[in-house]
């Protein structure tokens, strides 16, 4: 209830009317004054192969006369998307000039663990780092986020994220839109709470712990409640959730149908027709949508009702929205101008054949539990550690350590991971591989999570079936985690060495 107020009081919207939708309450519909922002593009092949970007602080208003303390790369809030061309080799360079450590890790960039910007690879204040690496996988929509050991909630929150797209050929050859910004649009959610002032609340209170850290207030690329306008066409969303912890429940407020086209690690054989999309923090869905009907539709989310789940769902509900934010809302609006270009009237029938995830039956199996309350008290009795207050969270029962290699899978092998979440869904993502869901809660998984993958919402036990192709050494490893970004600063992270 106070969201709406507070949303309406400091938007200064000037009409209010009655949301309708569950979570919702007498309160104001957001105005959609803000115009979509459109990062800037970086694009390597126009660079001559190179990714320049800066951690840095900055002042971006949330709120119209309120300049937040923030922070971004080569920009206030965020920071450019990187579109890299797959076979080409590419010379980053990563500046801090924050007065704190950094890193920027390439989550669903297949790179050696040398390069891909984990807890290991530290970038400390006034450094630049200067990873180079072939870019070498199928088109999709990626990104990029702040990594620093015990620290990345924060930070990502402050502003440290951005997307990067992978080209191959295939957009143009499919025939998708792929006009940047114009019917090919990132669209970067996250939710934020704000004090007074308009600055940014980071509070790891007490639910906060438990459920990680969420927002009252919805943004889409740093925006409250923007409004793109879009052609009368096929429109392309690239859909990333960059939130620290909230899952969206995202639909069209009119409840039209989508298509989803790709996951993290790319195309879906066929567009998968969807009312509905659930997204779970660092999940990225690409989706096209019809709007050469003309009429203008908000993209809403259902309230994030999986937060507690095991929890007792009466004590849940109430938890996630008084104290921790995680309502449903409007996330935005599309406009249709019908003076915009629309190149793309169609949906193809078909995209990128997939390969059947085989494997043999001597395949290495190994059980990974993402540990809460319970199972980490008995984990600890083994010898774990705690780490800061509240319930200890961790992986098999131990608390993260940067020195400890979990696991040593040979280069170029496959194994199947079987995970198993517990007292709530836990987004669990692993670094240097494309991986393929071969059961969810003992069933296959949905047609738009049957492709390539990097991250999942587990929500029950779950097979993930992977081949371990880019090398990681003991000294910078690849990691495995919980994307709640809380979970992960707290422990719930684990570390894989290749041989
Ligand atoms: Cu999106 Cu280990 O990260
Ligand atoms: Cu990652
Ligand atoms: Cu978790």
Not at 56 to 84: D, E, I, R, W
Not at 121 to 143: D, H
Not at 261 to 277: K, Q, R
């Amino acid at each position: 209830m106070t969201t709406r107020r507070f949303f309406l009081e400091r938007a200064g919207a000037a009409t209010a009317l009655a949301m309708t939708g569950q979570g919702c309450v007498t309160g104001g519909k957001p105005p959609f004054v803000t115009p979509l922002p459109i990062p800037a593009l970086q694009e390597a092949r126009k660079r001559n192969g190179h990714i320049d970007i800066i951690a840095t602080k900055g002042k971006h208003a949330f709120f119209p006369n309120q300049q937040a303390a923030t922070y971004g790369f080569s920009a206030a809030f965020l920071g450019p998307v990187l579109m890299l061309h797959s076979g080409d080799e590419v010379q980053f360079s990563v500046e801090n000039k924050l007065d704190e450590v950094t890193t920027a890790h390439w989550h669903g960039v297949l790179a050696p663990a040398a390069v891909d910007g984990g807890p290991h690879l530290a970038i400390k204040p006034g450094e630049i780092w200067r990873p180079r690496f072939r870019v070498n996988q199928l088109e999709a929509t990626a990104w990029y986020h702040a990594h620093p050991h015990g620290d990345s909630g924060r930070q990502v929150y402050m502003g440290l994220a951005g997307m990067v797209i992978i080209k191959d050929g295939t957009s143009q050859r499919l025939g998708l839109p792929e006009s940047y910004g114009v019917d090919d649009l990132p669209i970067i959610l996250q939710d934020r709470t704000f004090d007074s002032t308009g600055n940014l609340k980071y509070a790891v209170n007490g639910p906060a712990m438990m459920m990680g850290v969420r927002g009252d207030t919805l943004i889409v690329n740093g925006a409250i409640a923007p409004v793109a306008r879009v052609p009368a066409g096929i429109v392309r969303l690239r859909i990333l959730n960059a939130a620290n912890a909230r899952n969206f429940d995202l639909s069209f407020q009119d409840d039209r149908a989508f298509h989803v086209i790709a996951s993290d690690g790319g195309y879906l054989p066929n567009p998968v027709a969807m009312t509905t999309l659930t997204i779970a923090p660092g999940e990225r869905f690409e989706v096209l949508v019809d709007l050469s009907d003309g009429q203008a539709v908000e993209l809403v989310t259902a309230e994030d009702r999986r937060a507690l789940m095991g929890m007792g769902s009466g004590i849940g509900t109430a938890m996630t929205n008084e104290m921790s934010g995680s309502g449903a809302g409007s996330l935005m609006r599309f406009e249709v101008d019908g003076s915009l270009a629309a190149p793309v009237k169609s949906i193809p029938l078909s995209l990128l054949a997939l390969q059947e995830p085989t494997y043999p039956d001597s395949i290495v199996r190994r059980q990974i539990s993402l540990d809460m309350g319970p199972g980490m008290m008995r984990g600890m009795r083994m010898g774990g550690g705690g780490m800061g207050s509240g319930p200890p969270v961790g992986i098999n029962g131990r608390v993260f350590d940067m020195n400890r290699i979990d696991f040593e899978p040979a280069l170029g092998s496959s194994e199947i991971w079987e995970i198993s979440p517990t007292m709530m869904a836990h987004p669990f993502h692993i670094h240097g591989v494309i991986f393929r869901i071969l059961s969810m809660s003992g069933k296959p998984p949905a047609a738009h999570l049957a492709g390539g993958k990097d991250t999942v919402l587990l929500d029950g036990p779950a097979e993930l079936l992977m081949r371990f192709l880019q090398p990681a050494s003991r000294e910078a490893p690849f990691m495995f985690h919980c994307h709640i970004l809380e979970h992960e600063d707290r422990g719930m992270m684990g570390q894989y060495a290749t041989r």
